[in-house]
């Protein structure tokens, strides 16, 4: 039988409270559960390591997206296989907020509208930090709450 | 008891990201997984490309093929017709998964024979109702080895019900609670649904 201390309990709630507020503002969605999901014992850090490699794409994506609008003619065929591929593993995180500027983007490749491109990196650049951080916060209070004793599911 | 002969899946994505959760969703389904990156590799490991075939006479039989769409060099649909003009290999089932619903592009690839036509993401959901799907046609003791990998498969893991929501949260943030957060959304999501009204798997 668990016998919660006080610091854990205070510190789930704080978890809680702030996972909500990740689905509430729309920074992530379902799918993010789904992932959740998928983790146990014998995977704990399941989700750690794809939101990592999510990171990782991201980044990779995001310079070739700047490196593309800056040619003197732009590649808009590129421009747009690098944002799908974006828009993919966004949606596979449930990063919503990333997801939808990709959506977006691509309406502006269609259009060959290289301003409305360039507000969409802009606007993907402040999402996907947004996220980042968020999730970086997110692991942070998961460890504390193991680090006190705390396991996953709550019973 | 005999142990069942578990699955064997090859997934085909260019995604770092979705070759990790697609994997993830076939052990969970107790599948055997090998995952590649394009179709060129997963023709390599299938032996089609003339050089000599990872699959060996005894083990690495591949059950079915789970390709992505959307691939640079040999998108997913080149691969599925490589697959089906193969006399050696047009017999493994090939599903596609794409991010994007386009009618002609599913009816393209049923057409070429793929089984199913997926949207992503992929849920779990999804890939126990294609395993169940494969297993159903697989060997001699069809029901045998289908009782036997699904009963397996349900011990080997604690959490059983995939709707049911497993996140330590549960008891905060239900799917149902973003639903009802969510009506005033502007953004809609992607249909999640698999077409099984157009594929063969009913």
Redesign the interface.
Known sequence: MHKYSKIMEQIQRKLAEYTASLYNEKILDEQFIQLQQLQDESNPDFVVEVVSLFFEDSERLLNELAKTLNQTNVDFKKLDAHVHQLKGSSSSIGAQGVQRVCISFRNYCDDRNIEGCLKCLQQIKIEYTLVKNKLETLFKLEKQFVDAGGSFPVV | MEMAQELHVLAVD?????R??IE??LK?SCCKVTAVESGTRALQYLGLDGGKSSMGIDGLKVNLILTDY?M?GMTGYELLKKIKESSVLSKIPVVIMS?EKILPRIDRCLEEGAEEFLL??V??SDVKRLRDFILRGEGDDNKETEKNIKQVCSRK???QD?SM?????????T?H??EL??QE?S?S??SQQPLSKQSKIG
Request: hydrophobic fraction near 35%; glycine fraction near 0%; proline fraction near 5%.
């Open positions: 260019d995604s770092h990201v979705d990790k959760v993830r969703l969970i959307s640079p991010s992503k993401p849920k779990l893991r604690k959490f995939d929501t497993q996140s330590m949260l549960s008891a905060v943030v799917a609670d973003i957060s969510s959304s953004a999501s992607e």
